[in-house]
């Protein structure tokens, strides 16, 4: 595994009063609970961005309780993604930038532009979206994933598409969501949505196992088997970082999935 890339996984968010006395401890203090989970897991994806503008202050203070190697996801604002016309996006995206996200520093990982079930795919207006994400802010590169939530995007058009502009799609496993495996860009980015809080580690230790090496799959430059892909395989087998998140409905099993399948990682 020397040549692999890093593998992180995480959660969605670290606000969750269901957590108190399951995952964070009943005494630990509200202002604790994110350096408390950053030193559990190994990512986090942060949904607030999603629904509105954060003050630089804030990914500062976020940046500063995560220990060192600790990478965030954000999410972009809905208001570039929920739109008719994404040509149009521009405005909504340079001002989520200039909110102050750039403030995580080290701890800024990709950012997922997440896309409404019912946005259909049009090859000319989502290209034209994808020429508007930055590919880098004062010469620090931008990494870019987006998730997809219509069957209509289950296209060949649609990985080709990705490649070109060496952007990854979200893996989704989900009840309803296109499951798509296609590898277009330079890392990976997995959302396991179909855990059950009737389990206590969200998911049973089997899944576990095979979900663990399918990130390592991923991580040494393969392509997991069983997965459902659109486009042809990869070329090459270049490393490439994983990032993966247990988020299911109820979540409360979450945080203790997650902390599984990094155990085994290893």
């Not at 004062?138 to 995007?153: A, T």
Request: net charge positive; glycine share 10%.
């Amino acid at each position: 595994m020397a040549k692999a890339g890093k593998i992180r996984i995480g959660i969605g968010g670290w606000t969750f009063a269901p957590w108190r006395g399951v995952f964070y401890p009943d005494r630990l203090p509200h202002a604790r609970e994110l350096n408390y989970a950053a030193s559990h897991l190994t990512s986090i994806e942060i949904n607030g961005t999603y629904y509105g503008s954060q003050k630089p202050e804030s990914f500062r203070k976020w940046a500063r309780e995560v220990p060192d190697g600790f990478v965030f996801s954000v999410k972009g604002p809905r208001f570039a993604t929920n739109r008719k016309v994404l040509a149009e996006a521009g405005d909504s995206i340079k001002r989520f930038y200039d909110s102050g996200v750039l403030e995580l520093g080290d701890s800024l990982g990709p950012v997922l532009w997440q896309f409404a079930p019912t946005k259909k795919f049009d090859e000319a207006d989502f290209g034209a979206f994808l020429a508007l994400l930055p590919r880098e802010i004062d010469k620090r590169p931008l990494r870019h994933v987006v998730e997809v939530r219509h069957d209509s995007f289950r296209v060949a058009a649609f990985p080709a598409l990705l490649r070109r502009f060496g952007v990854p799609v979200v893996y989704a496993e989900h009840a309803t969501y296109p499951a798509i495996a296609d590898v277009t860009g330079d890392f990976v980015y997995a959302r396991l949505q179909r855990g059950s809080d009737d389990i206590k580690t969200a998911y049973p230790p089997k899944a576990l196992d095979a979900w663990a090496e399918r990130l390592r799959t991923w991580a040494g430059g393969g392509e997991p088997a069983g997965l459902p892909c659109i486009g042809p395989t990869a070329a090459g087998k270049t490393a490439r970082d994983v990032f993966a998140y247990i988020i299911h409905e109820g979540k409360v099993r979450a945080p203790a999935g997650a902390m599984e399948l990094i155990a085994r990682i290893g």
